[in-house]
């Protein structure tokens, strides 16, 4: 395939699926929203990390 033929190809793709990303675009937030979402998820990545999430934390039993 010659290179201005692949080149017009590429072209004509790219604007169609430029065109159709338009109907897809998420709603844009603000700096403050990201940054406060993301540092929730932080925080809860630090209060799970090095234990399984899943297993109850009980006491400890020991008979005297």
């Known amino acids: 395939m010659h290179a201005d ?6 072209t004509v793709t790219s604007a169609e699926l430029h065109s159709r990303a338009g109907e897809f675009r998420l709603p844009r937030t603000s700096l ?11 925080g809860l990545r630090l209060t799970t990390q090095g234990r399984d999430a899943a297993a109850p934390r009980t006491a400890a039993f020991h008979p005297a």
């Open 32 to 42: 403050r929203t990201r940054v406060g979402w993301t540092l929730v998820e932080v």
């Open 5 to 10: 033929v692949h080149h017009l190809l590429h």
